[in-house]
């Protein structure tokens, strides 16, 4: 399949330098930043190693194992930033419960988030240590010292399509069949894969924007519907048998019920157009787009 775009298509090589460049760039202002406070620190230093990561699993095929060996290392130190998680995923839930229901009082929402920010401010100043940011520095200066030696300038587009392909491939199959009675393990497996997805897809957006930017946007709102499905459950832990919001339990678990099933709804709707063609033909089709933009390339330049 990759000669189906001829070996010409080598010169998106230097945009994936120039994105990885990027990348590194805003994890570096992300740890060194004086003006952010730990909870905004840890939220910008997530994201940006989300786009990180979901790059290197793109470049497992054309780089090899030193690609993966720099994303199950990037893995490991964002794994050592997750002990707030829980509690920030809870605050997102109460949000979003908030949005939907008139059920709690504002003086009941003050008291929850008031609880769950002070569990996520202790969590994220204990887990954000000098050595974890030392850790995540070094880390960042070895990763940029190592993207230079790769010969990005040599992968053709047609490796890229392979490896977009893959992702749209491996989050389309865990779609589910019956979507009420998704296990929450399955969900969040599939929201990894749809988040992988989309910003792997920003790579290319560039290169025709109103395209993949609407498709890109889609993907957002897929992943937005299936992580308020994660932090509802997570908001479900706070509130057992002695657990911080315990109290509430009677009150929030039917509300819990009802916005999740919205979600899932929303997010089978989502998912189904996202993922309506088959792999092999997610495939051609960007491979068309790059062939008609080099097409278009090559006569302005006449």
């Known amino acids: 399949?990759?000669?189906?775009?001829?070996?010409?298509?080598?010169?998106?090589?230097?945009?994936?330098?120039?994105?990885?460049?990027?990348?590194?760039?805003?994890?570096?202002?992300?740890?060194?930043d004086p003006a952010l406070s730990d909870p905004a620190r840890v939220h910008e230093?997530?994201?940006?190693?989300?786009?990180?990561?979901?790059?290197?699993?793109?470049?497992a095929g054309p780089i090899g194992e030193p690609a993966e060996a720099l994303r199950l290392d990037a893995r490991a130190l964002m794994r050592r930033l997750s002990g707030a998680r829980d509690a920030q995923g809870a605050l997102d839930a109460i949000d979003d419960l908030a949005g939907g229901s008139s059920d709690l009082s504002p003086r009941t929402l003050r008291t929850i988030r008031a609880r769950l920010t002070a569990l996520r401010d202790a969590a994220e100043s204990a887990s954000l240590t000098p050595d974890l940011r030392a850790d995540i520095a070094s880390y960042l200066a070895r990763a940029g010292d190592t993207m230079e030696t790769w010969p990005l300038g040599g992968i053709g587009f047609?490796?890229?399509?392979?490896?977009?392909?893959?992702?749209y491939r491996r989050a389309r199959q865990l779609t589910p069949d019956d979507w009420p009675?998704?296990?929450?393990?399955?969900?969040?497996?599939?929201?990894?894969?749809?988040?992988?997805?989309?910003?792997?897809?920003?790579?290319?957006?560039?290169?025709w924007p109103r395209v993949t930017k609407a498709w890109s946007e889609e993907a957002q709102r897929l992943r937005n519907r299936l992580g308020a499905c994660q932090d509802l459950g997570v908001l479900v832990g706070f509130i057992a048998p002695r657990?911080?919001?315990?109290?509430?339990?009677?009150?929030?678990?039917?509300?819990?019920?009802?916005?999740?099933?919205?979600?899932?709804?929303?997010?089978?709707?989502?998912a189904g157009?996202?993922?309506?063609?088959?792999?092999k033909a997610f495939r051609q089709r960007i491979a068309a787009l790059w062939t008609a933009r080099e097409g278009r390339t090559a006569k302005a330049k006449k």
């Open 158 to 167: 047609a490796a890229i399509a392979d490896g977009l392909a893959t992702t």
């Open 273 to 279: 157009r996202l993922f309506a063609e088959k792999p």
């Open 243 to 270: 657990q911080p919001l315990a109290a509430w339990r009677a009150r929030l678990v039917p509300l819990i019920a009802a916005r999740r099933e919205r979600h899932l709804k929303n997010a089978a709707r989502l």
């Open 1 to 32: 399949m990759a000669g189906a775009m001829g070996e010409d298509s080598a010169g998106f090589g230097g945009h994936l330098g120039m994105a990885g460049r990027s990348m590194l760039a805003n994890a570096r202002l992300a740890l060194d």
């Open 45 to 59: 230093l997530r994201k940006a190693f989300k786009r990180w990561r979901a790059f290197l699993r793109l470049l």
């Open 181 to 207: 009675d998704s296990d929450p393990a399955h969900l969040h497996e599939l929201r990894r894969r749809v988040v992988e997805h989309r910003h792997q897809t920003e790579l290319i957006e560039p290169l």
